[in-house]
C-alpha cells in the first residue's frame, strides 16, 4: 500500500522507473558471488586469534605449537607487519594484531593460514599467548572523567566533544519536561559475514576481493601496514551481503593480504557469525540527558541536552557520530535557544562506529521521548505538539545553518495521523506461541519524526569519479559505467545504469565491476551514494553527450533520446551509431556536491550538512500487559525522497530502514558485561524475524532538491532513526510506562526488572 | 572420508572429506555449489536452506557424512537453463532481492511452503518463513513476492 506523489517516469527503464536488478537473477539462482564464495587455485584458508580479554597486557605470544601442526603455512603477529602497525577510519589508532596492550574482548592477536579452516582454527587455539589481565574501564560515565585510567595511555579517554550554543543559556520557560534515556548496544548484523579472497602477485603486490563500503578508503588503509605503495594494493569489490554501516572500518582485509604474501598462495578469510560480531564495529550505545522548555501551548522555548557515547576501545568514526548527534540532537524542530553536548568516549568495551542512522539514532529516541513528555504536559495531542514546532524551510538548525530545500515535517506527521488505523491483528503478541487468546491485550500508537544529514559533513571532501564509455557494441550504442561505488544491497548498479540511459537514450548500459583501478567514489554510506555517485554518473554522462553534440556543431535544443540525436521537437537529427561509427567515447569525471563547513569548536556553529533528510513513523502495536510481549501490528511511514530515481528500491529501504529500527526498540543488544559480549550468535542477539515484522504503509513524497541530482534527496538512513521512539510511544500509550531504555524489554513493561 | 549423494538431480563425489563437515561445506567448498548461503552455520538463520530427501533443512546443520546416498536439491537445482522457477522470478519483479544473501535459502523455504500449502494466508506465510532471516528488506516484499507466486500458480492450475 504505497502512494508516490510527484513526478511520473519518462525514460524505459531510466530515472523514476524501477527496472530488474541487474544482479538479481544471479541471486535468485544462486550464482551470485559473494565475498565468502570465492574460491582460487592453491588456495588455503586464513584464521584469527582474539583475546578473550577486554583489557590485559600482553606479556608473550608463543607461535610455536601452531606452528608444528600439519597444514599450517604461516603465523603472524604484530611483529610481522612490515608497515604502519596501527589503522582506522579518522585515527589510526587501533592495531593491526594487538602490541603491548589489548583494548577489547575480540581484539585480533594473531592470524593464521592453514589449507583447511579447521585447522586453521585449531592452530589459532593452539597459540599460547601469556596475559596480565587488568581491570577493564567500561563504564563511560566515569571514563569521561579526566583524571580516571586511561584505555589509551598516550590520550584522554574523551575522544570528542561537540558542544552547540544557539541563542540564551539561561533562558526559562513556563513548562519544563525533563529525562534521561539510554539506547543499548546495536549491530549491523548484515547477513553475508566479513570475508574474501586475497592473491599475492607477481609484482609484488596483493589483490584483494573483499565486501566492503569503501574500496579506496580500504586501500590505503591496507598500503599503510603492507608498505607497500597503493598501486600494488588492488581491490576489487567482491558481492556484498549487507552493509549498514558495518563494512566502514577494515576486518580481515590487512590480515587476509599478509598471509598472502607470506604464504604465496590466495588466502580466504571467512568469518563465522560468532567473529564477526567482533569483527566489525557496533552502534553507539548511550545515555541521554535532555530537558526541554516550552510555553503552556507546547511551543519549544530552550532545550539542554548531554549526550554521551560508548566509543569503546577504537576510535572507528567516532567523532563524526559525536557531530551527528550534537548537530540533529534536537530533531526537526525550530528552537530558538539551545544548549548540546555530545561526548564519545574510549573504554574497554567494544569499538563502535557506523550504522545506519549514525548518531541520529540515539538523539532521536530521547528527543522523540521528550516530545510526547511535553505533550502530555501541556495537554495536546503528540502529533499536534510536533506539527507546533516543526522545522520548516528558512529556519535555523542550532547549528545557524538555514534549512534549505525543502523540509516537509509538519506534512510528514499529517500523512502518518492520516492513515486508516489498521483493523485487528493477524497474530496476537506472542505470536503462534499461543501465549494469549487476546485477554490483557492493549492498543497503542505513537509517533515519531527523525532527522538525518545526506553525506559526509562538517567540511570533508566529498566527492565520487565516474568513468562512462559509450560506443557500438555489435550495431548498437551501449554504454558502460564504471565506479569504485560498494553496491551493498541498496541497488546502487540498477540506479546508476537508470541515469546512463536517461541520460544518454541508450538503453543498453552495463555496470563494471567496481575497483580501485578508477578513482574513489567515497563510501556506500550517509545515505549518499545515489545522490554523489549518481551525480558523478550524471556528470560524466554529460561530458560525453557533449562530445557527442559538438560533432553536430554543440546545436542548442538537441538531445539523446532511444539511441538518436533528436531536436526540440524530438525529430532525428542523427543515429548515434552513424555518429558514433567505430570510435568510443569515454569520460572520467569527478563530482562534488556542494561544500560544508567545519563546526565551530566552541560554538557548534557553522554549515556542516549538506542535505537534511526527513521520516515520519506511526507505529502501532498490541501489548500483552501480563506478560510485557508486544506484537507491532501496523507501521506507516512517510518519508521525502526530493526524487524516487527507482520508487521499488526507494520502498524497499523504507521498508527495511523501519525493520532495523523496530529492532532496536524491541529486540537487538549486544548484552556486554564487564567489557565481555554475551550474546554474540543470532541464537541470542535476536534481529526481527517476518513474524515480528508487521505490514507497513508508506507515503513518498517527492519535494525536489535544487541543489541535488534530478531533486532526490538521500533514502537510506531516515526511515531507521524514527521508527524506534514510534513503536516505544506506541508501547507507553498502550501500557503507561515509562520506558527511557531501548530495547524495551518485557520486564520493563511489566515492571518487574530487576 | 568420501561423500557420494546425488545432487540437484546428479551424483557427486566429494573425497578427503572431514568428519566434521557439514554438508553445507562440502556443497559450497568441496562441489562448487556456494549458492547455499552461510551466514550463521548454526541454523538460526536459514540462509542455506537446502532440500534433503524432499525435506527442506539447515544443511549447516546436517554432517555431510549424513547426506551419503540421499537425494539433495539446492536453490542452484531449481531453475534450467535460462528458465526460472516460478518463485525466483516472483522474488525477482516483487523486488525481494536487496543484498541477496538470504535469497536462496528463502527461495528453497518458500518453493517448499507452496508445495506444500499453494494458498498460504498471510500468518501461514509469516509461520513458514519464520526461520529465514533477512535484514534488508523488512520482509514486506519477500510477502509480496510470495503472494505473487502462489497467484500465479494458481492461475496456471
Known amino acids: 500500500m504505497t502512494a508516490h506523489l510527484g513526478l511520473a517516469a519518462k525514460v524505459e527503464a531510466g530515472v523514476g522507473s524501477s527496472p530488474a536488478r541487474p544482479d538479481g537473477r544471479l541471486k535468485v539462482t544462486g550464482e551470485f558471488a559473494f565475498s565468502s564464495d570465492l574460491w582460487a587455485d592453491q588456495m588455503v584458508w586464513g584464521a584469527t586469534l582474539r583475546s578473550p580479554h577486554p583489557r590485559a597486557r600482553i606479556v608473550g605470544i608463543d607461535v610455536g605449537p601452531a606452528l608444528a601442526i600439519a597444514g599450517v603455512r604461516a603465523v603472524l603477529t604484530h611483529e610481522d607487519v612490515p608497515g604502519r602497525k596501527v589503522y582506522g577510519l579518522e585515527i589510526a589508532d587501533q592495531p593491526v594484531l594487538a602490541f603491548d596492550e589489548i583494548r577489547y574482548q575480540g581484539e585480533a592477536v594473531a592470524i593464521v593460514a592453514a589449507d583447511h579452516p579447521e585447522t586453521a582454527a585449531r592452530a589459532a587455539a593452539a597459540i599460547r599467548v601469556e596475559y596480565e589481565v587488568l581491570p577493564p574501564i567500561t563504564d563511560p560515565e566515569a571514563a569521561v572523567l579526566p583524571d580516571g585510567p586511561r584505555v589509551h595511555a598516550d590520550r584522554p579517554n574523551l575522544l570528542r566533544h561537540v558542544p552547540i550554543r544557539r541563542g540564551d543559556p539561561d533562558v526559562s520557560a513556563p513548562v519544563v519536561v525533563s529525562g534521561v534515556y539510554d539506547v543499548g548496544m546495536q549491530d549491523q548484523a548484515f547477513l553475508g559475514p566479513e570475508s574474501g579472497l586475497a592473491v599475492p602477485a607477481d609484482d609484488g603486490g596483493v589483490d584483494l576481493y573483499v565486501a566492503t563500503q569503501w574500496l579506496h578508503s580500504d586501500q590505503g588503509q591496507v598500503a599503510e601496514s603492507l608498505g607497500l605503495p597503493p598501486d600494488k594494493v588492488r581491490f576489487t569489490l567482491a558481492g556484498v551481503g549487507g552493509a549498514f554501516g558495518g563494512r566502514e572500518d577494515l576486518s580481515m582485509q590487512i590480515h587476509a593480504c599478509l598471509l598472502a604474501l607470506r604464504t604465496g598462495r590466495p588466502v580466504k578469510m571467512v568469518y563465522g557469525r560468532e567473529e564477526s560480531f567482533f569483527g566489525h564495529v557496533h552502534r553507539h550505545p548511550a545515555r541521554l540527558w535532555y530537558e526541554h522548555g516550552a510555553d503552556e501551548d507546547g511551543r519549544l522555548v530552550y532545550v539542554k541536552a548531554r549526550i554521551l557515547l560508548d566509543g569503546g576501545a577504537y576510535a572507528s568514526s567516532s567523532p563524526a557520530v559525536a557531530a551527528n548527534a550534537a548537530t540533529l540532537g534536537i530533531g526537526p524542530y525550530d528552537v530558538p535557544n539551545v544548549v548540546m553536548d555530545a561526548e564519545v568516549v574510549y573504554s574497554n568495551n567494544p569499538p563502535c562506529g557506523a550504522m545506519r542512522g549514525f548518531g541520529a539514532v540515539q538523539a532521536c529516541f530521547a528527543y522523540e521521548s521528550q516530545m510526547d513528555r511535553l505533550a502530555e504536559a501541556v495537554g495536546v495531542d503528540p502529533v499536534e505538539v510536533r506539527v507546533r514546532n516543526a522545522l520548516k524551510v528558512g529556519d535555523l538548525m542550532p547549528t545557524g545553518q538555514v534549512v534549505e530545500g525543502a523540509a516537509p515535517v509538519a506534512e510528514l506527521l499529517r500523512l502518518v495521523q492520516g492513515r486508516p488505523a489498521p483493523g485487528p491483528a493477524d497474530l496476537l503478541p506472542g505470536g503462534t506461541a499461543n501465549t494469549t487468546r487476546g485477554e490483557g491485550v492493549v492498543r497503542g500508537v505513537g509517533y515519531g519524526i527523525g532527522i538525518k544529514n545526506v553525506g559526509f559533513s562538517e567540511g570533508f571532501d566529498d566527492y565520487s569519479t565516474a568513468r562512462v564509455r559509450l560506443e557500438l557494441v555489435g550495431d548498437r550504442p551501449a554504454v558502460l559505467v564504471h565506479t569504485a561505488a560498494a553496491e551493498v544491497g541498496q541497488g546502487l548498479v540498477t540506479v546508476l545504469a537508470q541515469i546512463a540511459r536517461t541520460e544518454l537514450g541508450v538503453s543498453q548500459v552495463t555496470i563494471a565491476p567496481a575497483d580501485t583501478s578508477v578513482g574513489s567514489a567515497g563510501s556506500s554510506s550517509a545515505s549518499r551514494q545515489t545522490y554523489v555517485t549518481g551525480g558523478a554518473v550524471k556528470a560524466a554522462c554529460e561530458a560525453v553527450r557533449e562530445r557527442l553534440l559538438a560533432r553536430l556543431g554543440g546545436g542548442q535544443g538537441l538531445r539523446l533520446a532511444d539511441e538518436r540525436v533528436v531536436d526540440a521537437t524530438g525529430a532525428q537529427v542523427a543515429s548515434l551509431a552513424d555518429l558514433l561509427g567505430g570510435e568510443a567515447l569515454e569520460e572520467t569525471v569527478e563530482w562534488r556536491h556542494k561544500p560544508t563547513h567545519p563546526l565551530h569548536p566552541e560554538t557548534g556553529q557553522g554549515d556542516a550538512h549538506v542535505q537534511y533528510a526527513f521520516a515520519a513513523h506511526r507505529a502501532t502495536v498490541d501489548v500483552d500487559v501480563e506478560l510485557g510481549l508486544v506484537r507491532v501490528v501496523e507501521i506507516a511511514t512517510a518519508q521525502d525522497v526530493g526524487k524516487a530515481v527507482n520508487p521499488k528500491a526507494v520502498e524497499g529501504q523504507i521498508q527495511g530502514g523501519t525493520a532495523q529500527g523496530l529492532g532496536l526498540a524491541l529486540l537487538e543488544e549486544i548484552q556486554v558485561v564487564d567489557g565481555v559480549v554475551r550474546n554474540p550468535s543470532f541464537t541470542d542477539y535476536l534481529i526481527p524475524t517476518i513474524m515480528d515484522m508487521p505490514p507497513m504503509s508508506l507515503d513518498i513524497l517527492e519535494l525536489a532538491d535544487p541543489d541535488a541530482p534530478y531533486g532526490l534527496r538521500g533514502v537510506g538512513e531516515p526511515p531507521t532513526i524514527s521508527s524506534t521512539p514510534a513503536v516505544v510511544a506506541a508501547i507507553r500509550a498502550a501500557t503507561g510506562t515509562a520506558l527511557t531504555r531501548v530495547p524495551v524489554r518485557p520486564e520493563h513493561i511489566t515492571g518487574t526488572a530487576c | ?157
Open chain 2, 1 to 157: 572420508m568420501r561423500v557420494t549423494c546425488k545432487i540437484n538431480g546428479v551424483e557427486r563425489t566429494a573425497d578427503d572429506v572431514w568428519e566434521g563437515e557439514s554438508l553445507l561445506y562440502v556443497l559450497r567448498e568441496r562441489l562448487g555449489l556456494p549458492g547455499s548461503k552461510n551466514a550463521c552455520e548454526q541454523g538460526e538463520c536459514g540462509s542455506c536452506t537446502v532440500y534433503l530427501d524432499g525435506l527442506a533443512v539447515c544443511a549447516c546443520l546436517v554432517a555431510a557424512g549424513q547426506a551419503a546416498g540421499r537425494d539433495v536439491v539446492t536453490v542452484e537445482g531449481l531453475s534450467e537453463g535460462d528458465d526460472l522457477d516460478p518463485v525466483q522470478s516472483a522474488f525477482l519483479r516483487a523486488g525481494a532481492v536487496q543484498c541477496g544473501f538470504c535469497t536462496p535459502g528463502l527461495i528453497v523455504s518458500v518453493h517448499d511452503l507452496l508445495a506444500r500449502t499453494p494458498e498460504p494466508s498471510d500468518p501461514e506465510i509469516r509461520e513458514a518463513l519464520a526461520g529465514n532471516l533477512c535484514r534488508c528488506t523488512g520482509y514486506e516484499k519477500i510477502m509480496d513476492a510470495v503472494r505473487l507466486a502462489a497467484a500465479e500458480a494458481g492461475e496456471r492450475r
